[in-house]
């Protein structure tokens, strides 16, 4: 046999392997400008469009793959579901039933995307990310290594989790929040847009993170509290369950404000201060660092506590910085009232 004859007989060998080593359903449609690689298994009613590649994955039936998207190599791609053009689908990735992929998303390999999600358009889903059923990732969010995204969550458009974050159930993302590496936010959470959770912050249940607000790393907001716009709570701080903090309030790392407490607006409280459960601090108030104002103490607006002062209770005080006048007659209570 001649060279010439040889190589003849090997190309009509691969392409009959090629073909032979595919394994369609019936009803499966495929364009003629598709490319079906060695391996893949299609399901029946199937449509694969021109320009879409087909590494050697195993697609359910009732599948649309849209012109020049890519399926990588081990991927399972389960039934009813829509991969928009240009959309790559990586290796090892597994997509339940009824999920929607956008077109020109990413989904690295070894993602996990449950049934019911919509991945919209230009969405980044990096490498072994679990996403639940019922999410919703919006236009050019951007979803790190090894995420977990709880069910009925939503991410908006522009918002970054970042590496090994965990969003739970019910949370919503808002347009442009970051939410830093390994940080972990509760289930019903709200992060308004441009919020910025940093690494390794815990975010309890039903928590209202206001937009522009900075939570920093290893700080832990308990539940049902509420940041304000534009505040910022220092590394290690603890917001404890139903403090709210006002619009433009500083936290400083270390400091911890009990339960119920009541923050206004473009307070300052210093680093390791403690403010005590029920107390209210008004706005422009400045704690300094290390100083405890104890439970239910009213500071009036304006008022600065000096550093490292512990406020007894059932006390009046006055003047700025904030002086000691005497006990506050008869009342037995442990209310303390400061004025400016």
């Known amino acids: 046999m001649s060279s010439k004859s040889l190589i003849l007989f090997f190309e009509l060998f691969l392409s009959y392997s090629l073909v032979t080593s595919q394994v369609f359903d019936g009803d499966v449609v495929i364009d003629p400008g598709a490319t079906i690689k060695s391996g893949a298994v299609i399901g029946s009613r199937t449509f694969i469009h021109s320009g879409a590649v087909v590494n050697a994955a195993v697609i359910d039936s009732n599948v649309y793959i849209r012109s020049d998207a890519v399926i990588g190599s081990g991927a399972i791609i389960g039934p009813r579901v829509i991969i928009n053009s240009t959309a790559v689908i990586n290796k090892g990735a597994v997509i339940n039933s009824n999920v929607l992929i956008g077109s020109g998303a990413f989904i690295g390999s070894g993602v996990v995307i449950d049934s019911d999600v919509f991945i919209n358009s230009s969405a980044v889903i990096n490498k072994g990310t679990v996403i639940a059923p019922n999410a919703f990732i919006d236009t050019g969010a ?5 995420a977990i995204i709880g069910s009925r969550s939503a991410i908006h458009s522009t918002a970054v989790i ?3 974050a965990v969003i739970d159930s019910d949370v919503l993302i808002e347009a442009g929040a970051v939410i830093g ?3 972990i936010i509760g289930s019903g959470v709200i992060i308004s847009s441009n919020a910025v959770i940093k690494s390794y912050a815990v975010i309890s249940s039903k928590v209202l ?4 607000a900075v939570i920093d790393s290893r700080a832990v907001i ?3 509290a509420n940041i304000g716009s534009n505040a910022f709570i220092g590394s290690g701080a603890v917001v404890n369950a139903s403090v709210i903090i006002g619009s433009n309030a500083f936290i400083g790392s270390g400091a911890r404000i009990n339960t119920t407490a009541l923050i206004g607006p473009g307070a300052v409280i210093g680093s390791d201060a403690v403010i005590g459960p029920r107390a209210k601090i008004g706005s422009n108030v400045t704690i300094s660092h290390g100083a405890v104002i104890p439970a239910e103490a009213s500071i009036l607006p304006g008022a600065v506590i ?3 002062a512990i406020i007894p209770s059932n006390a009046v005080y006055s003047s700025k910085p904030v002086t000691f006048l005497g006990a506050a007659g008869n009342d037995t209570s ?3 009232v400061f004025r400016p």
């Open 222 to 224: 308990d539940s049902n």
């Open 209 to 212: 993170i206001s937009s522009g």
């Open 162 to 164: 970042n590496s090994g």
């Open 142 to 146: 951007i979803i790190g290594i090894g």
């Open 306 to 308: 000096s550093p490292i």
């Open 181 to 183: 590496s390994n940080a």
């Open 334 to 336: 442990s209310s303390i």
